[in-house]
């Protein structure tokens, strides 16, 4: 057996390690993970997509002959636009193509007693008797780069010359086949479409074998139909308003069935003599008002028949009332719902359809679960019209949101979870004013409760968790729950089940249809992260100290509002271990009242908010600009041996990113494990600001380095020996002063012209050795034992940090040995370590 070379496999495992962008503290590495086997999940139905069944059958997965009760989907996440494959007619498809599409073929009778070769019994339905084709054909001028033509100018093809590709494509349902071919020729393109469907009057047995043909069914009035469903009461009407006419041409109907009537016709007198509930009687009489039977009939009627497979998710049908439309959504079954012939279930108008696909004499019949109020109004319109909706009103209007919910076409649809002003007073009343003001984060707390599908209650299936996504592209999630009836709804203690979403929020009042969607009250508003403001979070993640210095600095409101910005928010361990925030706590614990419009503090609280919001996947090595005015250096680093490209570590002047990505209004929090302060010098100050550097400043002077660690927009590491390293040696240091080539080389040697900060130096080991190159190209090794090491020394003192670089204090004067070229004593250099290199 051949084996892979490394190489290969080194590169397969980099493609694995590269999933993730950075690698955060242990304490913060436990992420949440979704269950896919815990419930069924509906992650948004696109838009403009084709029927969920009308590519199910493209191409087959496999022979099966079980019904299609049996073949529910089974539990997982749900993707709408790739629903389960109709395995139905693979083996009889690709069979008979293979040995006998000719009518003239010999074997067009198969052999008697073999089934293998009985093609008669395998030919497809769809070439069967009682199949109707229907051929459409569209011719038009191509130019450009549409015309395709292969060239065939070689081996067994010479003789051809130019020859156009032609595309054919099929698509099976349960009475239909169409194949699509698209012929390319001469700079015209062809489009033949054809259909095959069992003739009108007769259809395929639905749980019947894989080829069972088209057999003749019994036909009757649409209206005869209609009360065979259980719809007399509702057809009863019909014919009292004089519309008995309409159903003498193609139409679908949405009947109504007789429970379902009475029950709408009773709450309609009793509303309209007693008034129990003002808010839903105004609401009831806004849909109903003047609108008579027949208009209510009319609503329920569309022009043409529509089997339920031939429409797609969100389509729109055009009812016969003039100016209403009919929408349809499309929805997965759950796990234990197998009790129906189709593999979804259906809605209209957010009504779930009971049975479907009744063929009339002329027309269909599919059976609605309730009256179909006309839909006249648009999501936004519906929240005006409430009287319990004052607060959503005035957010969506101050956030410039409810010009969203008033487009209207065949492409806008919303799912909007609509708080109740109720839900709004649960608020903290800061956030609350914040939130009427349409300032702070109001757009993203708004957009938390709102889908770009529609999501009728029937998408969520009782006994598993239901799954999609807002349009912050955050989970929502549903489930439901028993709810203790109140003593108005019912005297008995009996309990219901009402809908929840993430466990937080009831949903009261289900599918109020817009023209553009729909909308659901809910009791609570849905919180978010990133809709939060930056207080809220840092209270969450226990940043405590930070968040007191912002309070007491009095520019709480000022955080609050900013948008677009990248936090670097210091633990609160980072100011216990460090002098600049063991300074900011005394101050808090003895003088608290200093601190209100404190420019210092101010300077220090902006020095760790960056502009603009940067998250940790698209972090660079570059200098990002602070509210401060000043500048933070960020560095990225790798920490893995073998897979050197990935970059899974990060810093900020030289703070190491604890946990990171927190989302906040309109802005991201990182947590940083120091307390950032403003470098106040470069590194040839930070030198003399420091006695015991004096010594290697001399050395730095004697060599005439001082401009090099003076310069502007540089970025070095120097390794600075303290001067007790220097006074155990201090022969060698009076020969260094007057060598001035050995003085040279030394201070070289402990300069790096990048920034190396201590996170950045992990323990580094044979064949993976971790070098850094100097300004007079050495390399330099870098390991971390008990601290961390360059060469033959180690650091006692990591990360100070200046304008133009980083300082370490290190315990020994960096030795290096001089390079021996290898190559010139006959023997490869096969002892130089392998290098790898801080970018």
């Not at 309109?666 to 940083?672: F, K, N, Q, R």
Request: contains cysteine; aromatic residues 8%; glycine residues 6%.
């Amino acid at each position: 057996m051949k084996s892979f070379p490394l190489i290969s496999l080194v590169l397969l495992l980099s493609i694995f390690a590269s999933s993730r962008c950075f690698e955060e503290v242990a304490d913060y590495d436990q992420q949440e993970a979704d269950n896919s086997q815990s419930g069924l999940r509906v992650v948004g139905l696109e838009r403009d997509r084709e029927s969920l069944e009308s590519d199910a059958e493209r191409l087959p997965a496999t022979l099966d002959d079980s019904s299609e009760v049996d073949r529910q989907p089974p539990v997982r996440p749900y993707k709408p636009d790739r629903p389960p494959l109709d395995t139905s007619s693979l083996f009889q498809h690709h069979f008979n193509t293979f040995f006998s599409a000719p009518e003239t073929s010999f074997l067009e009778g198969g052999f008697p007693g073999f089934g293998f070769f009985d093609l008669q019994h395998s030919k497809p339905w769809w070439k069967g008797e009682n199949v109707c084709v229907e051929r459409e054909e569209q011719d038009e001028e191509v130019d450009g780069e549409d015309n395709h033509e292969i060239a065939v100018d070689g081996g067994n093809f010479q003789s051809f010359g130019v020859f156009n590709m032609n595309f054919e494509s099929c698509a099976e349902r349960q009475n239909k086949h169409v194949c699509t071919s698209v012929k390319n020729n001469n700079g015209r393109k062809r489009t033949v479409k054809v259909t095959r469907q069992c003739c009108h009057g007769y259809a395929r047995p639905r749980n019947g074998p894989p080829n069972a043909q088209c057999e003749k069914v019994d036909l009757h009035p649409i209206a005869e139909t209609a009360e065979r469903l259980g719809a007399k009461e509702f057809v009863a009407t019909l014919k009292k308003s004089g519309l008995e006419s309409m159903l003498e041409k193609d139409l679908t109907l949405f009947a109504v069935p007789d429970s379902a009537y009475s029950q709408f016709t009773e709450q309609m007198w009793e509303n309209n003599l007693v008034a129990f509930d003002p808010v839903m009687r105004a609401k009831r009489q806004a849909d109903i008002s003047g609108m008579t039977a027949r208009d209510l009939i009319l609503a329920h009627a569309v022009n043409g028949s529509y089997h339920i497979e031939d429409v797609s998710n969100e389509q729109l049908l055009k009812t016969e009332l003039e100016g209403t439309n009919i929408r349809v959504n499309i929805f997965p079954r759950g796990p234990s719902d197998k009790g129906s012939d189709h593999p979804y279930r259906y809605t209209a108008n957010c009504a779930p359809l009971l049975k479907l696909n009744h063929v009339a004499e002329k027309g269909i019949v599919h059976v609605v679960d309730r009256v179909l109020l006309p839909v006249r109004r648009n999501i936004m319109q519906i929240i005006r019209a409430r009287d319990d909706m004052t607060v959503l009103r005035t957010i969506l209007e101050k956030t410039g949101l409810s010009k969203m919910l008033e487009e209207v076409g065949d492409d806008k649809h919303f799912t909007v979870f609509a708080p109740n002003d109720d839900a709004f007073l649960k608020l903290d009343k800061d956030i609350r004013r914040k939130l009427k003001a349409g300032s702070g984060c109001a757009t993203n707390i708004l957009k938390n409760h709102i889908l770009d599908i529609t999501f009728c209650s029937l998408a969520a299936v009782n006994g598993v968790k239901t799954t999609t996504y807002n349009m912050l592209n955050e989970k929502l999630e549903f489930e439901y729950a028993s709810m203790a009836k109140t003593e108005v709804e019912d005297m008995s203690s009996k309990k219901e089940q009402r809908l929840k979403i993430n466990g937080v929020a009831t949903i009261g009042e289900t599918d109020l249809m817009g023209t553009n969607g729909v909308v659901h009250v809910i009791d609570s508003v849905l919180s978010t992260d990133s809709g939060m403001p930056i207080s809220n979070t840092l209270a969450n993640r226990n940043l405590t100290i930070f968040k007191q210095l912002i309070d007491d600095a009095g520019l709480e409101d000022e955080f609050d509002s900013l948008s677009n910005k990248t936090f670097f928010i210091p633990s609160d361990k980072a100011f216990e271990q460090s002098e600049a925030g063991q300074y900011w706590i005394k101050q808090l614990k003895e003088h608290p009242e200093s601190l209100r419009d404190n420019a210092r503090l101010r300077e220090f609280l902006q020095y760790h908010v960056a502009e603009p919001l940067i998250k940790t996947c698209d972090l660079q090595e570059n200098m990002v600009k602070t509210g401060a005015g000043q500048e933070l250096r960020v560095n990225l680093y790798n920490t893995n041996p073998v897979f050197t490209n990935i970059m899974n570590r990060a810093t900020v002047n030289c703070a190491r990113l604890m946990h990171f990505d927190d989302e906040t209004c309109g802005s991201v929090v990182h947590e940083v494990d120091k307390v950032l302060e403003v470098p106040k010098s470069d590194l040839l100050g930070a030198l003399r600001a420091n006695p015991d550097y004096s010594m290697f400043l001399q050395l730095v002077e004697k060599a005439n380095l001082t401009e090099l660690l003076s310069t502007a927009n540089e970025s070095f590491t120097v390794f600075v020996p303290k001067n007790d390293v220097f006074l155990e040696v201090k022969e060698w240091f009076d020969e260094t002063m007057q060598n001035a080539d050995d003085l040279d080389n030394v201070i070289r040697w402990h300069i790096v012209p990048n920034v190396v900060c201590c996170a950045g130096i992990v323990q580094s080991d044979w064949p993976f050795i971790r070098t850094t190159e100097t300004i007079n190209q050495q390399r330099l090794k870098l390991n971390r034992d008990r601290r961390p090491q360059v060469q033959n020394a180690g650091i006692t003192k990591c990360d100070i940090v200046a304008k133009n670089g980083i300082i370490h204090e290190i315990n020994d004067v960096i030795s290096v040995q001089k390079k021996v070229r290898a190559e010139a004593q006959g023997f490869p250099s096969f002892t130089r370590p392998l290098t790898f290199w801080f970018k």
